[in-house]
């Protein structure tokens, strides 16, 4: 029952989590540890394993849930004021694309990298328990954001045509995650390779 915990979780999952009674607390980054040492929240979503274990969260809570299902991948953004970007010339802007996305592949890539080794830390050296999300829970959530998010996104032109674009996306994508990444990685874990 999520009903009445006290939970840092800003946006759109945080304004999942307040349907199910969940009191969402925003905090600048500075005040997590603080909050969760003196009980002023209960719980956090942060970044990723690495950056939970670079933060010192797991010398306060010992329960780690996934999935993440609020923001399931690392994604970066940046903003350019729109007239800066009109004045440059193609070849600059062909430079910033490519440099931005240069950037998120290595970033996507180094978090892969990173988090595996951290996750094990937390488990075997500073005795976190790892505890997935019930199904049934997830389905609920699942269920209410299919509820709250046309709400939010039919608030401007924008983010109703932002959001159809990502269920279209998602529509066509699902499938084959479920055959080719999720099938893979279950795969993968049932190989048993092992260093020599």
Partial sequence: DLNGLKFRMPGLGGEILKTFGVN???????EV?????SGAIDGTEWIGPAA??????????????YPGWHEPATILDGFIDMNEWDNLDNNLKE???????????????RFQAINNNALQKLTKDHG????????????????????VLPQIASKSSDAKALYNEIVAIRESMLDWSTYAEAAFLEARKAANMRRI
Avoid: C, F, Q
């Fill in 95 to 109: 430079i910033v694309k490519r440099g931005a996305a240069g950037t998120n592949l290595y970033i996507l890539s």
């Fill in 24 to 30: 969402v607390i925003l905090l600048p980054g500075v």
């Fill in 33 to 37: 540890l603080p909050a969760l040492t």
């Fill in 52 to 65: 939970d274990m670079g933060k010192g969260l797991h010398k306060v809570v010992k329960n780690y849930y």
């Fill in 128 to 147: 976190v328990k790892l505890r997935s999300y019930s199904d049934e829970l997830l389905k609920a959530i699942g269920n209410r954001a299919a509820e």
